[in-house]
């Protein structure tokens, strides 16, 4: 009786290869404090420097979320005191971000879809690591001065599930755009959960927001946790707090953490060491040439173009590097359907068992469609194919080639096939004599025998029709 309201505030890190404001190397996994200099420790007097690759990636996620684009942008100083910052306040973009008031369209959990507004999409830079062991508290600065890019969505959001559905969208969003690669374990992306519940028709109700949250998995969790506790305290009498949680995965529940500080708290005010960023002709011509078909528009149109099922659409479209692979042995084949249901199986199978990706991997979208078009001709049959498709894994050559070599090739001509037919009957005379004095019961024991003769490559159409022919 409850509806869920769920707002999300999601962070990438953007694919550049330096900091925000400074030229510190952006890479994950270094050794701690390698990765740092004066501008991002802080150090007095020193100045940052805008990273304006950071700016477009930022400008090309604003657009692809239809966001209203800023003309002018302007960074902020939002003031706060804690070791993970040494310069004791956040550059960030509180009064103009990058854009405002978009709309993207997302396949629910139910597979329909659904609108959800973006409040805003803002650039601003990650914070250092801290790792408390024991009563130590250790801090690695390589991480601070990340460019960070954060959308904030409107409250639209009404389950768990859905918000999982989103945020798994959204990944694929970033993915195919380029700009950051998304990958929650690894903290590439982050989101902060805000929920609340209400009564059909009544106004929003107190939120309170969810952080620590590393994986949409907990996230809907998370939601679905936070729906019933509220749901219980308002039915008890009890009022919401404005707070922040925390998700705590080994009791699958949410803990306060603290009540929220107002936003006052932060005493923005505008960065002034950063002049305000009035993008150019040449940078709006930039941010048009990265934009992308999204991921749900090109799962629809390859879905539609080839007759795919949901499942394979979902699949195809998952990357864009996937997408490209089967649109591209698709057209090439001209049978959509049968590649896809290679991608999704034999495929698939080949990979794992050589611990390979797609990307990694020999097969090509020509090699497998040469393999489909070889199927569809009739000069392979399903068997062969197989043993073809592993063949490009182990030796790294066309099917073609493969089949060639390996003489593999169909037999589909009486004039071949005669002589194989010739020996079986030899080789079997008693049974081909039972036959003829009719014991139909034993053609199909010939049937295999010539099978058996040819490797599988006899058209088993044709062995029908000559046996048959043979036999009277
Ligand atoms: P704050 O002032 O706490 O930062 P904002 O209004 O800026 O709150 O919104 C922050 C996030 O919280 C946004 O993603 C927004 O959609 C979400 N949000 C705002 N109000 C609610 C609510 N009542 N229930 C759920 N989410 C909300
Ligand atoms: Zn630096
Ligand atoms: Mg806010």
């Not at 004066?38 to 090309?60: D, F, I, R």
């Not at 195809?316 to 089967?326: L, N, Q």
């Not at 096939?417 to 053609?443: C, M, N, W, Y």
Request: hydrophobic share 40%; charged share 25%.
């Amino acid at each position: 009786m409850y509806q869920t309201v769920v707002g999300l505030e999601i962070h990438i890190h953007l694919n550049t290869k330096s900091k925000a404001f400074c030229s510190c190397l952006a890479e994950f996994g270094d050794e701690p404090n390698t990765n740092v200099c004066p501008v991002c420790l802080g150090y007095p007097g020193v100045l940052p420097v805008l990273n304006e690759e950071a700016l477009t990636q930022g400008y090309t996620v604003a657009r692809a979320l239809g966001c209203n684009l800023s003309q002018r942008t302007l960074f902020d100083r939002k003031n706060y005191f804690y070791p993970d910052m040494p310069k004791n306040y956040q550059i960030t973009q509180f009064h103009d971000p990058v854009g405002r008031d978009g709309k993207i369209e997302f396949q629910a959990h139910d597979g329909t879809i659904k609108t959800i507004r973006i409040h805003d999409v803002h650039l601003e830079e990650d914070a250092g690591k801290m790792i408390h062991a024991g009563d130590m508290s250790l801090c690695d600065y390589n991480r601070a001065g990340y460019s960070l890019l954060e959308v904030v969505t409107e409250p639209d959001l009404t389950s768990g599930e859905d918000a999982e559905a989103f945020l798994l969208s959204f990944q694929r969003l970033v993915r195919y755009l380029g700009v950051s690669d998304g990958n929650m374990d690894e903290g590439s992306m982050k989101c902060d959960t805000n929920v609340s519940i209400r009564k059909a028709g009544e106004p929003l109700g107190t939120k309170v927001e969810i952080k620590n949250l590393n994986s949409t998995r907990f996230i809907k969790k998370a939601i679905e946790f936070e729906t019933k506790r509220q749901a219980t305290a308002l039915e008890t009498n009890q009022r919401i707090v404005q707070e922040t949680r925390l998700w705590n995965e080994n009791r699958d529940v949410t803990e306060s953490m603290r009540s929220k500080e107002g936003s006052l708290d932060y005493r923005y005010f505008p960065e002034p060491d950063i002049p305000p960023f009035l993008p150019d002709a040449a940078f709006w011509a930039a941010v048009e040439s990265r934009q992308v078909e999204l991921p749900l528009a090109r799962k629809h149109r390859l879905t539609a173009a080839f007759g795919l099922s949901r499942e394979q659409g979902d699949f195809v479209a998952e990357s864009r590097f996937m997408a490209d692979f089967f649109e591209q042995a698709a057209k090439e084949s001209g049978n959509g359907l049968a590649v896809a249901n290679w991608l999704m199986g034999d495929v698939q199978k080949e990979l794992n068992h050589f611990n390979l990706s797609l990307e990694a991997s020999p097969l090509t979208p020509f090699r497998l469609a040469q393999l489909q078009k070889l199927l569809d001709s009739g000069r392979i049959h399903i068997k062969i194919a197989k043993q073809l498709l592993d063949a490009v894994f182990e030796q790294n050559k066309d099917p073609e080639v493969v089949m060639r070599e390996k003489g593999l090739e169909a037999i589909t001509t009486e004039e071949q096939l005669s002589p194989i037919v010739d020996k079986v009957f030899e080789a079997h005379a008693t049974v081909v004599e039972a036959i003829k004095a009719g014991d139909a019961r034993q053609k199909g024991f010939l049937v295999g025998q010539v099978m058996k003769a040819t490797d599988g490559r006899a058209a088993p159409a044709l062995v029908n029709s000559l046996l048959a022919k043979r036999l009277g």
